[in-house]
C-alpha cells in the first residue's frame, strides 16, 4: 500500500488554470498506474485522467481532452494534473488514485488521497 496526498487546488476564475500536486509515499510508486477522479456536490466520482507506470500512456474524459494534462515524476514520486481552460463545470473535489491496473473505473484503485478542492467562478 502507499499513501497519497493531494495539493494545489483553490478557487480560479472561468478561464485560469491551476496544477494539483500528489505525493506519494512508498518505494512502489513507479509501479502503478496514477488516475485522477473528481467529485462534484451531489454527483458521482467521476473519472478524469489515466497514466501508466512510466508516462507514455495517458488517457482523459472527453470533457477536459485538450485542457488537462497528467504527467508523473517517479523520481518525485510525485504525479499531476495541469488543468487549462478552467470552466465551472470542473468545479469539483479532486483526488489522486494509485491501481494496480489502468481503468476509468475508481473500483479499480486501491490507494486514495484525502482529496483537494477546485472551484472555478464564472
Known amino acids: 500500500q502507499v499513501q497519497l496526498s493531494e495539493s494545489g487546488g483553490g478557487q480560479v476564475q472561468a478561464g485560469g488554470s491551476l496544477r494539483l500536486s500528489c505525493a506519494v509515499s512508498g518505494r512502489t510508486f513507479s509501479t502503478y498506474p496514477m488516475a485522477w477522479f473528481r467529485q462534484a456536490p451531489g454527483k458521482e466520482r467521476e473519472f478524469v485522467a489515466v497514466?501508466?507506470?512510466?508516462?507514455?500512456?495517458?488517457d482523459y474524459t472527453e470533457s477536459v481532452k485538450g485542457r488537462f494534462t497528467i504527467a508523473r515524476d517517479n523520481a518525485k514520486n510525485t504525479v499531476y494534473l495541469q488543468m487549462n481552460s478552467l470552466k465551472p463545470e470542473d468545479t469539483a473535489v479532486y483526488y489522486c488514485?494509485?491501481?494496480?491496473?489502468?481503468?476509468?473505473?475508481?473500483?479499480?484503485?486501491?490507494?486514495w488521497g484525502q482529496g483537494t478542492q477546485v472551484t472555478v467562478s464564472s
Open positions: 497514466i501508466n507506470w512510466n508516462g507514455d500512456y495517458t
Open positions: 488514485a494509485a491501481g494496480p491496473v489502468i481503468s476509468q473505473s475508481f473500483s479499480t484503485y486501491h490507494s
